[in-house]
């Protein structure tokens, strides 16, 4: 098996330890409806629900949890690393095209990956709330 958080670009379920504990735990009670949304939330962002609800309560002004900001993070190195990929697919097309005056076929299948990766880049920044 390997380490829990292998797999993960960015840092794992539970919170770090800190010197000398954590001095003070609240109890909440929550029904299950409430219960069944807590976990699909913290699964969703690969915490645990006592994270979760520490990160939420505390989160910035802008609403955002430091999982969710390593997420997005995570997601704009993606992206940054697809938009390098296709911008060489490009510049391969561009330099075949010159050279023999005809349009390659991987021309089509590279401007709609161009399209996707747009619009995958429009729909991170959404969730950053620019654009809002």
């Known amino acids: 098996m390997g380490h829990p958080s292998e797999g993960r670009l960015f840092g794992r379920r539970r919170r770090a330890n ?11 009670k929550v029904t299950p409806e409430e219960e069944a949304q807590l976990l699909r939330l913290a699964e ?6 006592p994270r979760l609800l520490v990160e939420s309560a505390l989160a ?3 609403g955002e949890t430091p999982t969710e ?3 997005a993070m995570a997601e704009l190195f993606a992206l940054h690393r697809l938009l390098a990929a296709v911008s060489n697919n490009v510049n391969q097309i561009a330099r075949a095209t010159n050279a023999s005056g005809e349009i390659q076929a ?3 299948a590279t401007v709609k990956k161009v ?3 747009a619009v995958r880049i429009d729909r991170a920044l959404d969730g950053l709330g620019f654009g809002q």
């Open 18 to 28: 800190v010197q000398g504990g954590r001095q003070h735990d609240h109890r909440v």
């Open 69 to 71: 900001r390593k997420q």
């Open 106 to 108: 991987e021309t089509a």
């Open 60 to 62: 910035s002004a802008a």
């Open 115 to 117: 399209r996707e990766v």
């Open 44 to 49: 969703a962002q690969h915490v645990t629900v």
